[in-house]
């Protein structure tokens, strides 16, 4: 089998900060792009909205529903 | 087919097995974080995402599907495009305004297309493709 494919850089930044934006952006969603938030709202449709306003490619926004404290304890 | 890894995210030193897939129902991809649930049947994600894939999302076909307290939650299907790595492929997910959980959830409607392993020593989740 070839080589397994891997995160990029951007989604391995959500992994190593997924603790910090629950404590942050809990209950809302966050677009994520160069490593960075670069928006946070209560929809998807309005934080790549935001992205967009800045200038950035919807399509290089990863979009996260950030759970909150709560939500993570009744998952776990 | 390759595989693709994954690395978990973590809560107070606890594994999530979140993985970003791209979803759309036009032109272009929208990549959404989603929770590998094993427990759950079909994929969902809330209703806001199909807002944001433009789904009129009560047009969808109507199913009820237990969520964790026992209770009964309307979920509405539609056929979106899915991209996870470089594997696209075409499915109905579930959409519902009355999910309740903090995540959108990947089911096994999309993990029965792969040979999925947690592994919990190397932190990483990998999805290998079954051979068509």
Redesign the interface.
């Known amino acids: 089998?070839?080589?397994?494919?891997?995160?990029n850089k951007n989604?391995?930044w959500?992994?190593?900060n997924?603790?910090a934006l629950?404590s942050k952006y809990?209950?809302k969603?966050v677009g994520v792009i160069n490593e960075g938030v670069i928006a946070a709202a209560?929809?998807?449709?309005a934080v790549?909205e935001e992205a967009r306003r800045k200038g950035e490619n919807?399509?290089d926004?990863?979009?996260?529903?950030?759970?909150?404290e709560e939500?993570?304890v009744?998952?776990? | 087919m390759?595989?693709?890894?994954?690395?978990?995210?973590?809560?107070?030193q606890?594994d999530?097995p979140?993985v970003?897939v791209s979803l759309r129902t036009g032109g272009?991809?929208?990549?959404?974080?989603a929770?590998v649930d094993s427990g759950s049947f079909y994929s969902l994600f809330?209703d806001?995402?199909a807002?944001?894939l433009g789904l009129d999302l009560l047009k969808g076909e109507k199913v009820l599907a237990v969520v964790?307290d026992g209770s009964f939650i309307p979920v509405y299907l539609h056929k979106v495009g899915m991209r996870i790595?470089?594997d696209e492929f075409a499915l109905k997910i579930g959409f519902s305004s009355k999910l309740g959980?903090?995540?959108?959830l990947l089911g096994m409607d999309v993990l029965d297309r792969y040979r999925v392993t947690f592994d919990n020593r190397l932190g990483k989740i990998?999805f290998?493709p079954h051979e068509e």
Request: aromatic share 10%; hydrophobic share 40%; with cysteine.
């Open positions: 089998m070839k080589g397994a494919l891997i995160m989604q391995e959500v992994t190593e997924f603790e629950v809990g209950g969603y209560m929809t998807p449709k790549l919807e399509e926004v990863s979009l996260l529903k950030v759970p909150t939500e993570l009744c998952v776990l | 390759r595989s693709i890894e994954f690395n978990y995210a973590k809560h107070r606890r999530i979140l970003p272009k991809w929208s990549e959404v974080w929770y809330d806001k995402v807002e944001l964790g790595g470089i959980v903090g995540f959108n990998i290998e």
